[in-house]
């Protein structure tokens, strides 16, 4: 992770909400996670069920009356992969259910070999010499099956975030990558990052990226880069502006004295697109707002009493839709593996062994919605809304029906009041270091709920929901539904 010299970091890992888990690799059937580990409190039971009903493994359970359904069930845990063979240093769930994670290139061989056999370019970042092992994959959420990425120069510690189209967009990292930015088609499913070298404006290292109303992308800061610069939308051919920005500067204090010693508290600041379409910034102890397309400072806040946000520990988390599938484990969180110590993990497959967990939300409660089912439609007074194959499309304001609710679902028929049954947008999040760039939850306005069909209100402008992919959820009695990627336009 190339750290400052005077930062003590914590062991990196990563957690992650994934849908019904099959076997990484192609291999046989997982097991249940029985003796693995029940996440209960000692000498609580495995399976209690839900207050005021019968387990929720031996029938539906009766809700609370006015409240959310509860459940003393804590999960289970159990072992995934023992080595997927990348570490998953930065993190981002693409459109196409594709989980996609990397690493450093510099640090020498990973616990993996690129595919197909034999395939060993020469890395810029190891003298030019072959390189014949993976530094990211692609996991794919509905197989488990993964594959191996080819990836050019060094993103360590980068910062990214998906363009309006579903790509995957890696900005910055360190060595020859510090001035890069990679993509990743999303429609391509043999894909490799395509890498254009030296064309940010300035050097990224531990910068961080915000996804703006047009679907371009602010990248801010960095060490030693007291400036933001603006990444356009779906192409990688432009000319880069840079921002200066003095409060990055202020920020990077206390100092210490002599070359390569730092305190950087400002690394990897916090942003926040707020709804009139400016950017929150915090970073250290304090916070602005500023312009993004002329970066006029429009509020400062006073500093937090108590001292410095520090240089972020490590861990990860990232939400995924999904998936009700009768037999299979219903593993939702995947926890992937963490940094060495000393180099790159090829040893010491702890690093990068997958552990998934079990929760306590079973099927006897949960909403089932497909895309088939859920349309955009026009109303007098609202935009035309359409439905675009499997994929669900939206412009600003459209309503949105969803059908195919499981009228099986207990307690359903009694869910008329829509305060019990809200409808949120989930936009993916690019994850790294201990916190999630571009994460930004949406809570619809629902207008009816009859039957099995929920009308609800898409947002009202991109500075609400910035263009691009998000994940609808329905909720019933605080538990989610099957999530459905829907477009925002």
């Avoid at 060094?154 to 975030?161: A, F, L, T």
């Avoid at 309006?164 to 890696?170: E, R």
């Avoid at 840079?242 to 920020?251: A, I």
Wanted: a positive charge.
């Amino acid at each position: 992770m190339a750290p400052p010299s005077s930062a003590s970091l914590l062991p990196l890992f990563v957690a992650v909400l994934v849908i019904t888990v099959r076997p990484i690799h192609g291999g046989g059937p997982r097991k249940s996670g029985k003796g693995q580990g029940q996440g209960v409190k000692k000498g609580g039971p495995p399976n209690p069920g839900t207050k005021g009903g019968p387990s929720l493994k031996g029938g539906p359970a009766v809700p609370l009356p006015g409240n959310n359904i509860e459940t003393q069930f804590r999960g289970s845990w159990a072992i995934d992969n023992h080595n997927v063979g990348v570490a998953a240093m930065q993190f981002q769930l693409m459109p196409n259910n594709k989980a996609v994670w990397f690493d450093t290139t510099s640090l020498g061989p990973s616990a993996r070999e690129l595919g197909p056999p034999g395939n060993c370019p020469k890395s810029p970042e190891m003298n030019f010499k072959p390189d014949c092992f993976a530094h990211a994959i692609a996991y794919d959420v509905e197989t488990g099956h993964s594959r191996t990425i080819y990836l050019d120069g060094e993103p360590w510690c980068s910062s990214g975030h998906l363009w309006p189209n579903g790509d995957l967009v890696a900005t910055g990292g360190t060595r020859g990558g510090v001035r890069s930015v990679r993509v990743l088609s999303m429609t391509n499913p043999n894909a490799n990052f395509v890498e254009k070298k030296n064309i940010l404006a300035d050097k990224r290292w531990y910068s961080s990226n915000q996804v703006l109303e047009d679907g371009s992308a602010v990248v801010v800061g960095g060490r030693n880069s007291f400036s933001y610069e603006i990444v356009p939308p779906n192409k990688q051919e432009f000319h880069p502006r840079r921002f200066s920005l003095p409060f990055l500067q202020e920020t990077t204090v206390p100092k210490r004295p002599g070359p390569g010693m730092y305190i950087e508290n400002n690394l990897y600041p916090f942003l926040f697109l707020i709804p009139d379409g400016n950017v929150f910034l915090f970073a250290n102890d304090r916070g602005i707002i500023f312009h993004p397309h002329t970066g006029t400072v429009v509020r400062q806040f006073p500093k937090i009493p108590g001292g410095a946000r520090n240089y972020p520990a490590s861990g990860m988390a990232a939400l995924l839709p999904l998936t009700i599938t009768p037999g299979d484990i219903h593993a939702e969180v995947v926890v992937c593996g963490g940094n060495s110590q000393d180099a790159y993990p090829s040893v010491d497959s702890k690093h990068t062994k997958n552990r998934v967990f079990t929760p306590a939300l079973r099927d006897c409660h949960r909403i089932a919605v497909t895309n088939h089912a859920s349309t955009w439609v026009k109303e007098q007074d609202m935009p035309s809304g359409r439905c675009m194959g499997d994929l669900v499309h939206l412009a600003n304001g459209d309503l949105l029906m969803i059908n195919g609710a499981r009228k099986g679902v207990a307690g359903w028929e009694n869910a008329m009041d829509p305060n019990l049954t809200p409808v949120t947008l989930f936009y993916p999040p690019f994850t790294t270091h201990g916190f999630s760039m571009n994460q930004r939850l949406l809570i619809l306005p629902v207008k009816t709920v009859v039957n099995d069909l929920v009308t609800a209100v898409a947002p009202p402008s991109g500075k609400v929901a910035p263009p691009g992919y998000y994940i609808l959820f329905v909720n019933f009695r605080g538990i989610p539904g099957k999530g459905i990627w829907v477009h925002v336009d």
